[in-house]
């Protein structure tokens, strides 16, 4: 009697969703190698590769700088820091949520044809942005120093453990968006609209005390985007971080992979067959 013979993709893997996160985050070797390969390969055959992105990145400060600085009545050596800080943490934030659509439609190939941790391509993207983070860092030194030197200070530590916080909740927003655009292939056109909507009512262009009264309460404390950001960008301009944004980003975290995880354990075998 002949059996037909099963691609070991559509196998369902026999560990659990715990062992995928915990097994994934220990192949730091190859989340890392796959998150470095993907920077270069968007880049391959240019010359200045992965810094094309840092001088868009300057040359979008330098414009918006010099409207925002005259259109809210700062001096450019207080405008342009806080504009720049919060340029390359909110690059890095939305481009995770832009790639987390896609991450598991790209990614068919490889666990198709192999038994395959899902979480290693959760940390990969995490990895690669934060890479693309470090080039358009550049922007925000340039600025710091040409404009705002004494800015630097003790308290530009602060931005580690603000950047760890960060990527606690990128892993936890890349897989739950990965399963759910997977699924559902029109989540992913709104997320996108989403984020491009987000960037204007998140204060990263303007500052919070621009917004007065009720308004400020709705578009600063209660949006989660705020504090994602606020936790990386305070210490950059020479401040520490608000009480407020370290509880807003725990609870987001705490709340956000509750549900993740409860999604992967329920979702985590039917990824390859959605594909």
Same mark, same amino acid.
């Given at each position: ?12 893997? $026999? ?8 097994? @994934? ?12 390969? /993907? ?22 400060? @330098? ?25 390359? !943490? ?8 832009? /790639? ?15 038994? =395959? ?24 030194? $340039? $600025? ?11 308290? !530009? ?6 950047? #760890?916080?960060? =990527? ?8 739950? #968006? ?30 919070? /005390? ?28 020479? /401040? !520490? ?35």
């Amino acid at each position: 009697m002949t059996t037909v013979p099963v691609r070991p993709g559509l196998v369902p893997l $026999v560990t659990t969703a715990g062992e995928d996160l915990l097994r @994934g985050l220990a192949r730091w070797d190859l989340w890392g190698r796959l998150g470095w390969l /993907e920077v270069k390969r968007r880049y391959r055959r240019t010359m200045i590769g992965p810094f094309w992105s840092t001088i868009s990145l300057g040359i979008f400060v @330098g414009a918006l700088g010099a409207v925002g600085s005259g259109l809210w009545n700062q001096k450019a050596g207080e405008y342009l820091p806080f504009l720049s800080a919060g340029m390359v !943490v909110w690059i890095m934030l939305s481009t995770v949520m832009n /790639e987390a659509g896609s991450l598991f439609v790209g990614g068919v190939g490889l666990f198709r044809q192999t038994r =395959f941790d899902y979480s290693i391509l959760v940390f990969a993207c995490v990895w690669r942005n934060f890479i693309t983070f470090l080039h358009n860092l550049l922007v925000y030194i $340039v $600025v710091l120093l040409i404009g705002a030197p004494h800015l630097l200070g003790w308290s !530009v530590l602060l931005a580690i453990p603000g950047l #760890l916080l960060l =990527f606690v909740n990128e892993a936890w927003i890349t897989l739950l #968006l990965g399963m759910f655009c997977l699924r559902f292939r029109d989540v992913q056109q709104l997320v996108s609209s989403l984020i491009q909507i987000a960037m204007f009512i998140t204060p990263i262009f303007w500052s919070p /005390e621009h917004l007065p009264g009720k308004r400020q309460f709705v578009f600063v404390t209660l949006n989660p985007l705020y504090h994602l950001i606020q936790i990386v960008r305070a210490p950059l301009v020479g /401040e !520490v971080p608000s009480t407020t944004s370290y509880i807003a980003v725990l609870l987001i975290a705490a709340v956000g992979w509750a549900l993740t995880y409860a999604a992967f354990v329920k979702f985590r075998k039917r990824i390859a067959y959605w594909s």
